[in-house]
């Protein structure tokens, strides 16, 4: 929109402004021009840019190009990729790595909703013992980590032990699964995937 308005004059930067960066790891000084120019309607317009950088782009006496709107010159720009689109860089960035966070939350729950399903449509049923409830240490949700069931199944055909965990559960289970047979749901040709079914629960909570 500003584009579209906005009007050409050549300008120069009559001074720069310094203003210090004082850190434990940097002590820099950032330089911010101060740009002049006429407008349109033969006033002399003086401003400041709105982008410093250290050391300075610009030196006193510099001819730039300036873009300003003829409602509000004061709140003209210098002709540059920063000075015009930094702001909406910036953002757009920002925004590309939320959606990006909230994309591969969405693709991971998708994925995990039809494992489930196709879990529940195919895998074969087993009933494991119950051996304990962990604390999820590795997530915390307002200052609490989920729990999860742990239970044991040994292969009547080759005598080998498997362990099953559970998905998240927000309440401590304990006293509902104690001594129980945990029914899991497994492919039958990889029993790396599988589904604790601890539907149950949503009943007793």
């Known amino acids: 929109d500003f584009l579209k308005q906005a009007e050409s004059a050549p300008g ?10 004082s850190s434990s790891s940097s002590n820099s000084t950032m330089y911010t021009p101060v740009v002049q120019f006429t407008d349109k309607g033969g006033s002399e317009i003086v401003f ?7 050391p300075s782009s610009y ?3 510099d001819e730039v190009e300036v873009r300003y709107t003829p409602s509000t010159p004061q709140d003209a720009r210098i002709k540059g990729f920063f000075s015009l689109w930094g702001a909406a860089t910036i953002l757009g960035a920002l925004g ?3 959606a990006g966070i909230g994309l591969g939350i969405f693709v991971y729950g998708k994925l995990k909703a039809n494992k489930i399903a196709s879990l529940k449509r195919q895998g074969r ?3 494991t013992d119950f051996q304990r409830v962990d604390i999820n240490t590795s997530l915390k949700v307002n200052g609490e980590h989920p729990f999860v069931v742990v239970s044991q199944w040994q292969n009547p055909s080759n005598s080998k032990l498997h362990n099953f965990k559970s998905d998240n559960i927000w309440f401590d289970p304990t006293g509902f699964v104690e001594g129980k047979v945990i029914k899991v749901r497994i492919d039958k040709n990889n029993f790396k ?3 604790v079914d601890l539907s149950f629960l949503l ?3």
């Open 59 to 61: 030196d006193v006496g």
């Open 203 to 205: 009943e007793i909570n």
């Open 48 to 54: 400041t840019s709105s982008i410093s950088s250290s």
């Open 12 to 21: 120069t930067v009559v001074r720069l402004l310094e203003s210090r960066s």
């Open 193 to 195: 995937k599988y589904y």
């Open 125 to 127: 049923v087993i009933e």
């Open 96 to 98: 590309g790595v939320f």
